[in-house]
């Protein structure tokens, strides 16, 4: 009576009496081929991969089982944790993140998924040739939450090491958005106006990030070295006489 509820009681309850765990496992797999595709087998392949797991202490024979259920019953959290929990234990990254990105598809709210993606994306950093699933983590963290800072600063160590120096000016712009404290602001903007003066070209994207920078700090000296230098390039002599009084002003022997 494959599927019978009150019939399987009776043989888990023998097999509790009697420690018969491995007999247990033999008749339900026997019965897995004749049972109807649904519930009932979805229940025996998740009773075969407890039984495995748990009192016959085989972890790697208990996996095929919960994966077979997973196919079957595919938003089981549980199951999916208890993977999870092998599949990093056994070192197996491909696996870990297929499990990882099947807990993400159901996480309940955006809290999960962040915690879940940062997962993933640690995970994909560690693993050669995996970059750019690290990369579309970290995106996929700052969709969810805009002001992730450490998906920020993930992404800013990366596109620096990588010399993608476009989408690093547009990830510290996007940092300056969520930034209020007055001594990274200015690390900030210095490294904006780095990267679009050296790395881009783009002498009047450097000058007005020099130029917010001396809102912040009127006597920031790289600010206004670096303007005194920059205006003459692009033809800015008007800017140029400013910032050469604005030196002197700033910086007059007070005597």
């Not at 888990?12 to 018969?20: D, I, K, P, Q, S």
Request: proline fraction near 4%.
């Amino acid at each position: 009576e494959i599927g019978s509820v009150e019939l399987e009681g009776t043989v888990e309850a023998t097999a509790r009496a009697h420690g018969l765990w491995v007999e247990l496992a033999t008749i339900y797999t026997a019965c897995l081929d004749d049972a109807p595709s649904g519930p009932v087998q979805a229940r025996l392949l998740k009773r075969l991969g407890e039984l495995h797991r748990d009192s016959l202490r085989a972890p790697d024979a208990a996996a095929p089982f919960f994966e077979r259920f997973l196919e079957l019953e595919p938003g089981d959290e549980r199951t999916l944790a208890i993977l999870e929990e092998y599949y990093e234990s056994r070192g197996d990254s491909g696996a870990l993140a297929r499990v990882l990105g099947q807990r993400l598809d159901i996480a309940p709210d955006d809290q999960a998924k962040i915690a879940l993606s940062y997962r993933v994306a640690d995970l994909a950093s560690r693993a050669q040739g995996e970059s750019g699933r690290a990369v579309d983590a970290w995106k996929r963290i700052l969709e969810l939450d805009a002001s992730e800072a450490r998906a920020k600063d993930r992404l800013l160590a990366f596109y620096r090491e990588q010399g993608d120096f476009e989408s690093l000016a547009d990830m510290v712009r996007q940092k300056l958005e969520y930034t209020d404290d007055p001594d990274e602001r200015l690390d900030l903007l210095s490294d904006l106006a780095r990267v679009q003066e050296r790395e881009l070209g783009r002498l009047e994207d450097a000058v007005r990030t020099y130029q917010d920078t001396l809102l912040l700090a009127p006597q920031n000296i790289l600010a206004l070295t670096s303007l005194e230098r920059l205006y003459p390039r692009i033809g800015d002599w008007a800017g140029q006489l400013t910032i050469l009084q604005r030196k002197r002003e700033s910086f007059a022997d007070p005597r």
